[in-house]
T-cell receptor, first 115, second 114 residues
């Protein structure tokens, strides 16, 4: 069965510093990996996804994520955090296969960027 | 841009009431989903639909049903609301069943059952 772990409930970073939100996954085959962001009282917004190819994926709002197959990780990164990046971030995994494959979410990591 | 619209953002219902949550997408997507979001539990799939009049159970279908009479519309029904169904409900859609397709979410419906 697929699973996702986001080991940190909250990440605190000062504005202008680099940020990392961690994600590890478990699938029986090859994964598709996704990051979403949720602002207060809003739905989830798609940030980026890894399908194939380059292990470094660039997404919206200056975010990027690095796929590491040996460590089964897909950490979200940004070189310089903004206060407006403060939100709840979800990592999700889907097994690469035919037919319907469920998208499994982590429990979320709250990012707090201080001025 | 994909738009998934959930018509009711905030609802308060009484225990035992029948509740309808409506969702519409405007991108001709085949797949539609209903998730429930609770603190510390992440998102859990309630039901999904891959075609008109087709539905499949997700992880937590008990106490819920769905309806998809038109491709663009997917409704979640709580036949008899209970307090443990107080939650944030998220509708979503994707183009096809292909695993690499992005799932797009609506703004969410906050349901409180009293």
């Amino acid at each position: 069965a697929q699973s996702v772990a986001q080991p940190e409930d909250q990440v605190n970073v000062a504005e202008g510093n680099p940020l990392t939100v961690k994600c590890t996954y478990s699938v029986s085959g090859n994964p598709y990996l996704f990051w979403y962001v949720q602002y207060p009282n809003r739905g989830l917004q798609f940030l980026l996804k890894y399908i194939t190819g380059d292990n470094l994926v660039k997404g919206s709002y200056g975010f990027e994520a690095e796929f590491n197959k040996s460590q089964t990780s897909f950490h979200l990164k940004k070189p310089s955090a903004l206060v407006s990046d403060s939100a709840l971030y979800f990592c999700a995994v889907r097994e690469r296969n035919t037919g319907f494959q469920k998208l499994v979410f982590g429990t979320g990591t709250r990012l707090l960027v201080s001025p | 841009d994909v738009k998934v619209t959930q018509s009711s953002r905030y609802l308060v219902k009484r225990t035992g009431e029948k509740v309808f949550l409506e969702c519409v997408q405007d991108m001709d997507h085949e797949n539609m989903f209903w998730y429930r979001q609770d603190p510390g539990l992440g998102l859990r799939l309630i039901y999904f639909s891959y075609d008109v009049k087709m539905k499949e159970k997700g992880d937590i279908p008990e106490g819920y049903s769905v309806s998809r009479e038109k491709k663009e519309r997917f409704s979640l029904i709580l036949e008899s609301a209970s307090t443990n169904q107080t939650s944030m409900y998220l509708c979503a859609s994707s183009l096809t069943q292909a695993s690499g397709n992005t799932i797009y979410f609506g703004e969410g419906s906050w349901l409180t059952v009293v």
